[in-house]
């Protein structure tokens, strides 16, 4: 269980505190109004968002004060999630260990997890001569590879056409499913929830409201959700 | 948008090595000043020469400034509204002559502008008397050849970042030459000029290879100058010390003023996009405006032109002195790009990471830091113990590394910043170590400016025509220094031939170092 205990966040004005807890294998939807603090929350699981206060748990395990790479999280940001200078093998190869040479064996591994995300044949490629939907193949992955126990999407696939993106989002639900990950994804589009997730949290007023299932909260939206989706 | 909350740039590499790199060139620029101010004798030894030296350099350098700034304005105007073909080489020419070394350009302007040059044939043809050149004309004239191009740079960038829709409303509203100028023009000027006037003081208060060449005599001697002379022909130690106490006064308020005064960049990009005006239609307008492009075009190109021309009979018959002397300077410019690569490298990742102060303390020193007050100090402290001429070349590197800093932290910087702004969460997600993060994404990502950098600092160490006069034995000698013997024992010939080999090395050092940084490098 993920467990995001009496949260605060405070940056200027903005404010975001509150206690969630996320049961491991989840597949979570943060909603919330533009600048509700959405990409806050997850940075802050990730590390890169110091707290004011509270604690995150996952299992048993304190992460506040560990760094961004020693929690078992994997996550994409809506750019810079590939280095253009290297191949798509190097890229997903640091997933592995970005610190040294991969021995041949985890080479394999990052082969495989290539072609699992459909990229056979493109190692040799940089991000440049890739296509919007490959470069996010590409991150999935090194996604693979990582093999962290949380996977958080900050809109990586925001820039996608919708065709695409529905399709970037089943193939998350498929390699979340075989590796029994568990997803929180930053979400603008109700649909984009019910496509792949079974929980919403929703991030209103400063508030974090606890995880609540995904059908059940689009269709019958509490207040602070119907002024958002205009419903 | 919550996105617009970014985290401020995350620690990826280490901020100490920066801040080491800070403190040891702040250790030797303020280290050799103590050693000078311990060996200054009391001030009441100022004597007439030195009030001399004092008055001429200020008005030299006031000069200098003024004549660079006020030629600059109409030249930067014409470039930015009119469209020509070549307009693009021009502006890249103007860049030219910062790397370009003193001692050429010293040649090539006496090839022109000199008693036999063919400024004064041209009089002559006419029945009037050469041009004289040595004295405090010949300094301005060299002064205002390296700066007038820096000042158009400069101004030009204002003029490029007025804002399109001001001349479009001045358009509309059918201002005429003076409302345009008092909409748009008089309030950039005010911005920029000072700025940039304050820069061209700084540079040429601590002007030697031009006074050393151009000036000499009581009438015509800077501070940095009668420093060499105190050293070299009295060795009196105590009035070198002295004279660079009061430059090191100079220099530092100078350096602190333009700082003050100036906030914009010298190496501006898309100088090359021509403003969109409606003005300035009119056949008048437009033979003013080709009158400055062509008069700065000439006054640039025609003593580089002259290098070209009298340094190919020499070229062929080399002494072998010169081909030592070149050997000599290679390696201290390899030396000066290795120590450059050694302090830029690291201090520039600290300063991306948000140390701006010690960006500051390395521009003021850089900026105050004078050669001669650095090698003078250098001198004082090792003498005792070891023969300083052992150490002329290290220290002849040293000293081009701490010149050449301040424009490679230019270059490197925002590009550092920017790589580091758009990688370092990856990096930490990912857990790289700060190691492989300069291995594998900050050194491949900064390749071009790397390259430029280091060949910027190439080319100026082997132009530099400074600290080595002060520390070589007659059987040392760096290529400038080389061509200034022969100057000095009127072998014209054979000067001008080495100017050449020397323009055509320096040149051909910036362009494959910069041409080596961007050679497959992506964008």
């Known amino acids: 269980m993920l467990r995001l205990n009496a949260l605060d966040i405070r940056k200027g004005e903005f404010r975001l505190s509150g206690t969630a807890d996320i049961k491991a294998g989840a597949r979570v939807a943060v909603i919330g109004p533009s600048g509700a603090g959405k990409s806050t929350l997850l940075e802050a699981i990730a590390g890169f968002q110091p707290l004011d206060s509270g604690k995150i748990l996952w299992r048993s395990d304190d992460l506040t004060a560990r760094a961004p790479g020693k929690r078992p999280i994997a996550m994409l940001f809506q750019d810079g999630n590939l280095f253009p200078h290297l191949t798509v093998a190097q890229n997903a190869g640091l997933g592995i260990n970005p610190n040294r040479k991969l021995t041949p064996d985890e080479m394999k591994t990052v082969e495989v997890a290539i072609s699992r995300v459909g990229l056979s044949g493109m190692e040799g490629r940089k991000p440049a001569e890739l296509s919007g939907g490959q470069q996010s193949r590409a991150a999935l992955a090194r996604v693979l590879v990582q093999q962290r126990d949380l996977l958080l999407l900050d809109e990586p696939f925001a820039a996608l056409g919708p065709a695409l993106k529905a399709e970037m989002l089943d193939l998350v639900k498929e390699i979340v499913a075989e590796r029994n990950i568990t997803l929180l994804m930053v979400s603008h589009d109700p649909d984009d929830a019910r496509r792949i997730t079974d929980e919403v949290l929703l991030i209103a007023e400063g508030k974090l409201h606890p995880p609540a299932p995904t059908a059940d909260t689009l269709d019958n939206p509490p207040a602070a959700l119907r002024e958002y989706l205009g419903t | ?523």
């Not at chain 2, 906030?263 to 003013?288: H, M, N, P, Q, Y």
Request: proline share 5%; charged share 10%.
């Open chain 2, 1 to 523: 948008m919550a996105r617009s909350a970014q985290p401020i740039t995350l620690p990826v590499v280490a901020i100490w090595p920066g801040t080491c790199a800070a403190l040891g060139v702040a250790l030797l620029v303020l280290g050799t000043l103590v050693a000078v101010a311990l060996r200054a004798d009391d001030l009441s030894g100022f004597a007439a020469a030195d009030w001399a030296a004092l008055r001429f350099t200020l008005v030299q350098a006031c000069l200098s400034a003024f004549l660079s700034v006020a030629l600059a304005i109409p030249v930067a105007k014409a470039l930015a509204r009119r469209r020509f073909f070549g307009r693009r080489v021009l502006i890249t020419l103007l860049g030219a002559p910062f790397i370009l070394p003193v001692i050429v350009a010293i040649l090539g302007l006496l090839a022109v502008f000199g008693r036999s040059g063919w400024m004064s044939d041209l009089l002559g043809l006419a029945g009037l008397p050469p041009v004289q050149i040595y004295g405090l004309h010949g300094v301005v004239i060299a002064h205002v050849f390296f700066n007038l191009p820096l000042a158009t740079r400069l101004i030009l960038q204002g003029w490029q970042e007025i804002p399109a829709e001001r001349f479009r409303l001045a358009a509309q509203l059918n201002a005429g030459p003076r409302a345009m100028w008092q909409l748009t023009e008089a309030p950039m000027l005010r911005q920029v000029v000072p700025g940039t006037a304050a820069v061209i003081f700084a540079i040429c208060l601590s002007s030697f290879a031009v006074a050393l060449t151009l000036g000499g005599g009581p009438k015509a001697t800077t501070i940095e100058l009668a420093i060499y002379q105190a050293f070299h022909f009295d060795f009196d130690l105590g009035r070198a010390a002295m004279l660079s106490g009061v430059q090191l006064v100079l220099t530092v308020v100078a350096a602190f003023l333009a700082l003050k005064a100036s906030s914009s960049e010298g190496f501006g990009a898309g100088l090359d996009r021509a403003v969109i005006r409606w003005d300035g239609k009119g056949t008048c307008a437009r033979i003013i405006d080709g009158f400055w492009i062509a008069a700065a075009a000439l006054f640039l190109m025609l003593p580089l032109l002259a290098v070209l021309i009298s340094g190919l009979p020499g070229l062929v018959s080399l002494p072998a002195s010169v081909w030592g002397a070149t050997w000599v300077s290679l390696q201290v410019a390899a030396l000066s790009t290795v120590f450059l690569l050694c302090v830029a490298l690291p201090l520039s990742a600290s300063i991306a990471l948000g140390r701006k102060r010690l960006g500051e303390v390395a521009g003021i020193l850089g900026l105050a830091a004078s050669p001669l007050v650095i090698g003078t100090g250098l001198f004082v402290m090792v003498y005792p113990y070891i023969d300083p001429f052992l150490l002329a070349l290290p220290v002849t590197a040293l000293v081009n590394m701490v010149m050449a800093l301040p424009f490679a932290l230019r270059i490197l910087v925002p590009r550092m910043r920017q790589v580091l702004h758009h990688n370092a969460r990856l990096a930490l997600a990912l857990d790289m170590n700060g190691r492989t993060f300069w291995r594998r994404v900050l050194l491949p990502r900064c390749r071009a400016q790397i390259g430029f950098a280091a060949g910027l600092t190439a080319a100026l160490s082997l132009g530099d025509l400074g600290v080595i006069a002060l520390f070589a034995d007659p059987e040392v000698a760096t290529l400038p220094l080389q061509v200034y013997r022969l100057m000095g024992a009127y072998r014209m010939e054979a000067a001008q031939g080495a100017a050449l080999l020397l323009f055509v090395i320096s040149m051909g050092a910036f362009w494959i170092l910069d041409r080596g940084g961007r050679l497959h490098a992506e964008a």
